[in-house]
């Protein structure tokens, strides 16, 4: 089957650490198919014999532009130094999947990535120089494309990609890439970062008509049901029983249950029928999972997906109150559908701010006294946060987290960003487990179901274009050169 990594596309994608929960993963196109079943453990590494030391490449090689992409030139040192700090990137996201699930080791660039392995059946090397191949590729069509938008680079942008190439770790194993290139290389990097991060962002920036319009075509996307549902599956052998060993009714009896829960509708008989059903066919059951059987009868806040009884549910005709059952074609069983509130949008309040992260109490309370010694705008804020923040979710986007629902964030950051007295323009240092925030309040944002129309709206133009500025782009490397990579 397929394997799943987070892989470099236009830049890798850092996960925001305010956010209380994300998860980003990518299809990789560069891996072969395998046996492993996911959620199985992973064969062990077949390979467990001493590793072979890497030489460094000869200068030369390093020095010699191998490629020309977007007219970009890619020197054999910018190459290595892009393989290896992908390496690290993808490492340090999916290190658990790496080692845990996948069988795979930590890369070490002291000795050849041809016997280390990122899959157990899949060597880091052969992995990992076709994706270089293509990062390189698209991140020069973007490089090219930002020159081509007249993209603006501020000095706050400036001072930031200075000061991480100052910070940059080097891996054991590749200080023989000099400081020049990487400070070349993480330029692009870093370009490639505001080009596709803020400046497709703001260049694809939708308005209220478009947001409006959008919801009116697909409600659907954008609205919640509440509903009272329960399934009854059925056999015509009275001896089944399911996977949890319970047995089934016959399917006279299913439709004899779901026509009485029909009749009950939104009232509590609903629930006391769907306890009666469950303790018929689980003579042994525990008092725990009946609670938890009954409370998933009621669901508040349903959004689409494409079900039967969800399709019944989210119909423009639906009103409180309608109820209905539905014969599964798939599998044999019968669910009771009550409608307790029909599709309805999202009202709840967002808010949209700035912050920077730091990692002592100290350098926060500096950098809000620099800001409040200024003239204290939105503007400078965002560039005092470019300059300084260690949050990598926002660094180029000026510390900018907008219109996020109530309870996404961490506590401490929540309950800041949502208090009932906050006005635009207001500041405060915020401490998490992540390190101390300097906040700055933007504005109350639009109500949520907008703020996901937007976000909708703009993440598939921003996409659209993405797609089509790296459509069929390649690196032509020089003859000889992929297939002698050193590494």
């Given at each position: 089957?397929?394997?799943?990594?987070?892989?470099?596309?236009?830049?890798?994608?850092?996960?925001?650490?305010?956010?209380?929960?994300?998860?980003?993963?990518?299809?990789?196109?560069?891996?072969?198919?395998?046996?492993?079943?996911?959620g199985t453990t992973p064969d062990p590494i077949e390979s467990e014999k001493p590793k072979t030391p890497v030489t460094p490449p000869a200068e030369d090689d390093l020095s010699a532009v191998v490629a020309q992409c977007s007219g970009t030139d890619i020197t054999g040192e910018?190459?290595?130094?892009?393989?290896?700090?992908?390496?690290?990137?993808?490492?340090?996201?999916?290190?658990?999947?790496?080692?845990?699930?996948?069988?795979?080791?930590?890369?070490?660039?002291?000795?050849?990535?041809?016997?280390?392995?990122?899959?157990?059946?899949?060597?880091?090397?052969?992995?990992?120089?076709?994706?270089?191949?293509?990062?390189?590729?698209?991140?020069?069509?973007?490089?090219?494309?930002?020159?081509?938008?007249?993209?603006?680079?501020?000095?706050?942008?400036?001072?930031?990609?200075?000061?991480?190439?100052?910070?940059?770790?080097?891996?054991?194993?590749?200080?023989?890439?000099?400081?020049?290139?990487?400070?070349?290389?993480?330029?692009?990097?870093?370009?490639?970062?505001?080009?596709?991060?803020?400046?497709?962002?703001?260049?694809?920036?939708?308005?209220?008509?478009?947001?409006?319009?959008?919801?009116?075509?697909?409600?659907?996307?954008?609205?919640?049901?509440?509903?009272?549902?329960?399934?009854?599956?059925?056999?015509?052998?009275?001896?089944?029983?399911?996977?949890?060993?319970?047995?089934?009714?016959?399917?006279?009896?299913?439709?004899?249950?779901?026509?009485?829960?029909?009749?009950?509708?939104?009232?509590?008989?609903?629930?006391?029928?769907?306890?009666?059903?469950?303790?018929?066919?689980?003579?042994?059951?525990?008092?725990?999972?009946?609670?938890?059987?009954?409370?998933?009868?009621?669901?508040?806040?349903?959004?689409?997906?494409?079900?039967?009884?969800?399709?019944?549910?989210?119909?423009?005709?639906?009103?409180?109150?309608?109820?209905?059952?539905?014969?599964?074609?798939?599998?044999?069983?019968?669910?009771?559908?009550?409608?307790?509130?029909?599709?309805?949008?999202?009202?709840?309040?967002?808010?949209?701010?700035?912050?920077?992260?730091?990692?002592?109490?100290?350098?926060?309370?500096?950098?809000?006294?620099?800001?409040?010694?200024?003239?204290?705008?939105?503007?400078?804020?965002?560039?005092?946060?470019?300059?300084?923040?260690?949050?990598?979710?926002?660094?180029?986007?000026?510390?900018?987290?907008?219109?996020?629902?109530?309870?996404?964030?961490?506590?401490?950051?929540?309950?800041?960003?949502?208090?009932?007295?906050?006005?635009?323009?207001?500041?405060?240092?915020?401490?998490?487990?992540?390190?101390?925030?300097?906040?700055?309040?933007?504005?109350?944002?639009m109500p949520m179901y907008k703020a996901t129309v937007q976000s909708t709206l703009v993440s598939n133009k921003k996409q659209a274009e993405?797609?089509?500025?790296?459509?069929?782009?390649?690196?032509?490397?020089?003859?000889?050169?992929?297939?002698?990579?050193?590494?």
């Amino acid at each position: 089957m397929k394997k799943f990594l987070i892989t470099a596309v236009a830049s890798a994608v850092l996960l925001s650490i305010c956010l209380s929960s994300c998860t980003v993963v990518y299809e990789s196109a560069g891996t072969s198919d395998s046996n492993t079943t996911a959620g199985t453990t992973p064969d062990p590494i077949e390979s467990e014999k001493p590793k072979t030391p890497v030489t460094p490449p000869a200068e030369d090689d390093l020095s010699a532009v191998v490629a020309q992409c977007s007219g970009t030139d890619i020197t054999g040192e910018d190459f290595y130094f892009f393989l290896y700090y992908l390496c690290e990137l993808i490492y340090k996201n999916n290190e658990a999947y790496i080692v845990n699930y996948y069988g795979g080791e930590k890369p070490d660039y002291r000795y050849t990535l041809k016997e280390q392995y990122i899959m157990s059946d899949t060597t880091w090397y052969d992995y990992m120089i076709p994706q270089t191949e293509g990062f390189i590729a698209e991140m020069c069509a973007l490089i090219k494309a930002s020159v081509d938008d007249g993209m603006v680079v501020t000095d706050a942008d400036k001072a930031r990609i200075q000061n991480d190439a100052k910070n940059y770790a080097i891996p054991a194993g590749t200080e023989y890439i000099s400081e020049s290139c990487r400070n070349k290389c993480l330029e692009l990097i870093a370009l490639n970062d505001i080009f596709y991060y803020r400046h497709l962002e703001e260049k694809n920036a939708v308005t209220d008509d478009e947001i409006n319009a959008e919801y009116e075509k697909n409600k659907k996307n954008y609205t919640a049901v509440d509903i009272k549902y329960y399934q009854i599956p059925f056999s015509d052998d009275t001896a089944a029983t399911d996977a949890n060993g319970t047995t089934l009714p016959t399917k006279a009896q299913a439709q004899a249950y779901a026509d009485r829960l029909m009749a009950a509708g939104a009232s509590d008989e609903f629930e006391k029928i769907v306890e009666e059903i469950y303790k018929a066919h689980n003579p042994n059951y525990k008092e725990e999972d009946l609670k938890t059987i009954l409370s998933y009868c009621k669901i508040e806040g349903q959004t689409y997906y494409e079900y039967d009884f969800l399709t019944w549910a989210f119909d423009s005709a639906r009103k409180e109150g309608d109820v209905t059952s539905i014969e599964s074609e798939n599998e044999d069983a019968i669910s009771v559908t009550v409608c307790l509130k029909p599709a309805y949008p999202d009202e709840s309040p967002t808010a949209s701010i700035r912050h920077i992260l730091v990692d002592t109490e100290d350098i926060a309370k500096s950098i809000l006294a620099e800001f409040e010694a200024g003239d204290k705008t939105e503007a400078s804020f965002a560039a005092l946060a470019t300059k300084h923040t260690t949050d990598p979710g926002s660094k180029y986007t000026g510390g900018l987290y907008a219109s996020f629902a109530e309870g996404t964030m961490v506590e401490s950051f929540n309950d800041w960003s949502f208090d009932e007295a906050r006005a635009a323009g207001d500041t405060g240092i915020v401490a998490t487990d992540y390190g101390y925030h300097i906040m700055y309040y933007v504005s109350a944002g639009m109500p949520m179901y907008k703020a996901t129309v937007q976000s909708t709206l703009v993440s598939n133009k921003k996409q659209a274009e993405y797609e089509k500025l790296v459509k069929d782009v390649k690196a032509e490397f020089i003859d000889g050169f992929i297939e002698n990579i050193n590494a």
